[in-house]
């Protein structure tokens, strides 16, 4: 069964850019039935929605972070990525990976979170 | 963008008592070409990632116990326990699954009464 596992460093300088990978084990990245996604709990908050990628390289974003995010993919080594530019303390989070379904698109499999820390 | 609220903010219930979530969005999650409301519900119990409960509004994920149901239509939606259980002890958030972003409503802490 897919599996994805974060990963990434723990702790980022402010007005750095946070870099995370999610590796994707049991299935292929490049299925082309799937959107990969990346979510973030802020502590003591609520779940957000970041952004997405397809296989194609389409991508779509949240609204208050289009202007510093980016995701990528990486189908040679089966992984997708989150660039976050410009990084507050409001940017410390869990950050999370997830498949989505390409046309019904709710979340099904989802990696087990990795911490990060905006502080210098 | 779809702004998804829910309600109440937490909620108490006795073990074996029935525990009822709401959630409401902004804009009709209905697509008509196929009768499906794209609306998701997950649970997120304390150094958990989320899990997927429900999907299409009704829909139960695999594995997960009868006791969990969804309903609602439109812009409003309901998550029912019919009987709580020591595990179900959660946060429990709504997302619209229909339009980019993919909003969250801001989730609703479960607790035992």
């Known amino acids: 069964q897919v599996q994805l596992q974060e990963s990434g460093p723990g702790l980022v300088q402010p007005s750095q850019t946070l870099s995370l990978t999610c590796t994707v084990s049991?299935?292929?990245?490049?299925?082309?039935?799937?959107?990969w996604s990346w979510i973030r709990r802020p502590a003591g908050k609520g779940l957000e929605w970041i952004g997405r990628?397809?296989?194609?390289?389409?991508?779509d974003y949240s609204t208050s972070l289009k202007s510093r995010v980016t995701i990528s993919l990486d189908t040679s080594k089966n992984t997708f990525s989150l660039n976050l530019s410009s990084v507050t303390a409001a940017d410390t989070a869990v950050y999370y990976c997830a498949r989505g379904g390409r046309y019904d698109s709710y979340m099904d499999v989802w990696g087990k979170g990795t911490t990060v820390t905006v502080s210098s | 963008d779809i702004v998804m609220t829910q309600s109440p903010d937490s909620l108490a219930v006795s073990l074996g008592e029935r525990a009822t979530i709401n959630c409401k969005s902004s804009?009709?999650?209905?697509?008509?070409?196929?009768?499906?409301?794209?609306l998701a519900w997950y649970q997120q119990k304390p150094g958990q990632p989320p899990k997927l409960l429900i999907y299409w509004a009704s829909t139960r994920e695999s594995g997960v116990p009868d006791r969990f149901s969804g309903s609602g239509s439109g812009t409003d939606f309901t998550l029912t326990i019919s009987s709580l259980q020591a595990e179900d002890v959660a946060v429990y958030y709504c997302?619209?699954?229909?339009?980019?972003?993919?909003?969250f409503g801001p989730g609703t802490s479960l607790e035992i009464k």
């Open positions: 990628i397809y296989v194609t390289g389409s991508t």
């Open positions: 804009q009709s999650l209905l697509y008509r070409s196929n009768n499906k409301n794209y």
């Open positions: 049991g299935g292929t990245i490049n299925s082309g039935n799937y959107y």
């Open positions: 997302q619209q699954h229909y339009f980019t972003p993919h909003s």
